[in-house]
Antibody
Framework: QGQLQESGPGLVKPSQTLPLTCDISSFSINSFYSWAWVRQAPGQGLEWIGTLSHSGSADYNPSLKSRVTISGDRSRNDFSLKLNSVTASDTAVYFC???????????????WGQGTLVTVSS | DIQMTQSPSFLSASVGDRVTMTCRAS??????LNWYQQKPGEAPKLLIS???NLQSGVPSRFSGSGSRTYFNLLISRLQVEDFGTYFCQQSFSSPRTFGRGTKVELK
């Protein structure tokens, strides 16, 4: 099973941009899979941020859509998340995931990266 | 958005117990329903997709059932390694949404 690995700053100041990258290792960004970001605030549930499809189009959670960009880099075989104008409520563990689509059964998130904690604080 | 409601939020059980938890969707999601297990400090792990499809490597004591708005996850004989939090998630429509989880703890 391939692995995913998130990287980025552990601390971001309020109003700034949160940048994260996901190294998809043995997978290929050019494959027919989609790729997504999910976050989990401390002690809370899971929130889907958005998905980058294999065609290059992105679908975002409406609650974050005005502030988020997910894009892929074929040369580096990774994909990234940018979240603008962050506040303390964006403090969370951010996971990158592969999205597997199954005709007639929807899709699911597997595998997951280990997650990276991003704290928004001055 | 489709709201996913899990119950109970917390359950206390013993090794060997039969454990059932429920996930309800605010509207039909057909069988586009996944279950994940998360242990403290770890990423969630996919257990079941499409409401009832057990993932490779997941013990057969786990099973999922249901359709449309009502789903169950059953652990037939709880083992020590099964303690953690279980989340359901719908993939019927965007935005993808998760339940708030059922935390299974040792009695």
């Amino acid at each position: 099973q391939g692995q995913l690995q998130e990287s980025g700053p552990g601390l971001v100041k309020p109003s700034q941009t949160l940048p994260l990258t996901c190294d998809i290792s043995s997978f290929s960004i050019n494959s027919f899979y989609s790729w997504a970001w999910v976050r989990q605030a401390p002690g809370q549930g899971l929130e889907w941020i958005g998905t980058l499809s294999h065609s290059g189009s992105a679908d975002y959670n409406p609650s974050l859509k005005s502030r988020v960009t997910i894009s892929g880099d074929r040369s580096r075989n990774d994909f990234s998340l940018k979240l603008n104008s962050v506040t303390a409520s964006d403090t969370a563990v951010y996971f990158c995931v592969r999205v597997v689509s199954v005709p007639g059964s929807g899709d699911y998130f597997d595998p997951w990266g280990q997650g990276t904690l991003v704290t928004v604080s001055s | 958005d489709i709201q996913m409601t899990q119950s109970p939020s917390f359950l206390s059980a013993s090794v060997g117990d039969r454990v059932t938890m429920t996930c309800r969707a605010s509207q039909s999601v057909a069988t586009y329903l996944n279950w994940y297990q998360q242990k403290p400090g770890e990423a969630p792990k996919l257990l079941i997709s499409g409401a009832s499809n057990l993932q490779s490597g997941v013990p057969s004591r786990f099973s999922g059932s249901g359709s449309r708005t009502y789903f169950n996850l059953l652990i037939s004989r709880l083992q020590v390694e099964d303690f953690g939090t279980y989340f359901c998630q719908q993939s019927f429509s965007s935005p993808r949404t998760f339940g708030r989880g059922t935390k299974v703890e040792l009695k």
